[in-house]
């Protein structure tokens, strides 16, 4: 069961241009949505999150929109830089007091060209 | 800025041997997850361990696999009699109590530990 589905597999990017990642959850318990960066060799990272009861989210470069009546969230990444090429996921899970298991995607590969 | 610290970074083993992957949480945090990736696919969860007790465990944390925390700075990952479809990377994560700029604890991950078994 998938309870978090992530699109698109890959992208490709410019260098200046928004690079825009999808998530659909099923799970409508879930009230924490957090997008994590890996890079090579490296563990997840946190980037940034969001709670369902607000719409959107930025910070910096980074914005999260979040429909709950869609049960959809999406990372928007805005003037792409090289330096943002990565594998993104988005995660979610339910309660801050539980054993806290994040709920992954499959990941987004990113990358950004000159 | 504190990390958690995974060790080893890769490991290889023969199917049926038993294998203990360590990780050294931020010293400060109390919750303690295993995660794994197999290759290609997404992060999946196993396990989580709050106060010398599992509070969370996925379908994929069975009878083979265990975790303890020894002492006061490591926590570990048992698996008793590897197969191949164990083959994967192995990542712990650890949080404390303070909240992250979303209202919810953050967890950081280590850098994963390779397991391939052959």
């Known amino acids: 069961q998938q309870q978090v589905k992530q699109s698109p597999q890959s992208l490709i990017v410019q260098k200046g241009g928004i690079s825009i990642i999808n998530c659909a959850y099923e799970?409508?318990?879930?009230?924490?949505f957090p997008w994590y960066q890996q890079f090579p060799g490296k563990g997840p990272a946190l980037l940034i999150a969001i709670r369902p009861d607000v719409s959107e989210k930025k910070e910096g470069r980074f914005t999260i929109s979040f429909n709950k009546s869609a049960k959809q969230f999406s990372l928007h990444i805005m003037d792409s830089q090289p330096g943002d090429s990565a594998t993104y996921f988005c995660?979610?899970?339910?309660?801050?007091?539980?054993?806290?298991?994040?709920?992954f995607g499959k990941g987004t590969s990113l990358l950004v060209t000159p | 800025e504190p990390e958690v610290t995974q060790t080893p970074s890769h490991q290889v083993t023969q199917m049926g041997q038993e294998v203990i992957l360590r990780c050294v949480p931020i010293s400060n945090h109390l919750y303690f997850y295993w995660y794994r990736q197999i290759l290609g696919q997404k992060v999946e969860f196993l396990v989580s361990?709050?106060?010398?007790?599992?509070?969370?465990k996925s379908e994929i944390f069975d009878d083979q696999f265990s975790v303890e925390r020894p002492d006061g700075s490591n926590f570990t990952l048992k698996i008793r009699s590897t197969k191949l479809e164990d083959s994967a990377m192995y990542f712990c994560?650890?949080?404390?109590?303070?909240?992250?700029?979303?209202?919810?604890?953050?967890?950081?991950f280590g850098a994963g530990s390779r397991l391939t078994v052959l």
């Open positions: 994560a650890s949080r404390g109590q303070g909240k992250g700029p979303s209202g919810a604890n953050v967890l950081t």
């Open positions: 995660a979610a899970s339910v309660g801050l007091n539980s054993g806290y298991a994040l709920n």
């Open positions: 799970n409508t318990a879930f009230d924490y």
């Open positions: 361990f709050y106060n010398n007790e599992i509070s969370e």
